[in-house]
Every structure is written in structure tokens, then in C-alpha cells.
Nanobody
Framework: QVQLVESGGGLVQAGNSLRLSCAAS????????MGWFRQAPGKEREFVAG????????YYSDSVKGRFTISRDNVKNTMYLHMNNVKPEDTAVYYC?????????????????????WGQGTQVTVSS
């Protein structure tokens, strides 16, 4: 069983920065590929970013590429999403998730069905 707990959300002005954290339980966090997703009101959950187990491979959606950075600290069992130059359209509930598959390909990392454990989410609201 894996438990994921997000934190760091809140209200932020457009153009500013925010860092989300995802704390994972268990001693095998370093073997998990992980991802961040978000869901805005009335919209489907969408992929934001993914990171391989060792942190060397990262993927981003086009909407956040160049502004957001995904990272992880396997000693602390924590994954991060550094959000820079946030925009009102970044407003959503952000979820971290554990990848269930074996091969962490770009196109597979973007599909929520390939993740088996999810956190409860943290709200990010960007004011203009």
C-alpha cells in the first residue's frame, strides 16, 4: 500500500512562484516513477509532469513546459513541482500519483489510467 500526501497549494498571484510537495509512504519510493496531474472545475484531469524513479527522465505537458519543474528527493521520499510564472489557467486541484507500469515512456506517462495510487490533491488558485 502506498500513501501519497500533497501539500503546498494555496492562493498566488499571476507571475509568482509556488512549490508543491508530495510525500510518499513506504521504503520503495525510489523505485517508483511518479507524476503530477491537475483538474480544473468542469474539466478532465490532465497530465502536468512526470519523473522517472531516479529523477533523470522528466516529461512535461506543453502548457507548463519552461515554467514548471518536476523533481524528487528519494532520501526524503518526496516529489516536488516547482511552479514559476504561474498563470490564472494553472488554477486547479493538483494531484500526485504513482506510475503503475514498467516502461515509463513519454506517451504512457501522460495517461492517468497508467497510475495506480493517487493523493488527495491540493488546491492551487492563481489570481490575475
Amino acid at each position: 500500500q502506498v500513501q501519497l500526501v500533497e501539500s503546498g497549494g494555496g492562493l498566488v498571484q499571476a507571475g509568482n512562484s509556488l512549490r508543491l510537495s508530495c510525500a510518499a509512504s513506504g521504503r520503495t519510493f525510489s523505485s517508483y516513477n511518479m507524476g503530477w496531474f491537475r483538474q480544473a472545475p468542469g474539466k478532465e484531469r490532465e497530465f502536468v509532469a512526470g519523473v522517472s524513479s531516479g529523477g533523470s527522465v522528466t516529461y512535461y505537458s506543453d502548457s507548463v513546459k519552461g515554467r514548471f519543474t518536476i523533481s524528487r528527493d528519494n532520501v526524503k521520499n518526496t516529489m516536488y513541482l516547482h511552479m514559476n510564472n504561474v498563470k490564472p489557467e494553472d488554477t486547479a486541484v493538483y494531484y500526485c500519483a504513482k506510475y503503475a507500469g514498467y516502461f515509463f515512456y513519454n506517451y504512457m506517462s501522460r495517461n492517468a489510467v497508467n497510475y495506480d495510487y493517487w493523493g488527495q490533491g491540493t488546491q492551487v488558485t492563481v489570481s490575475s
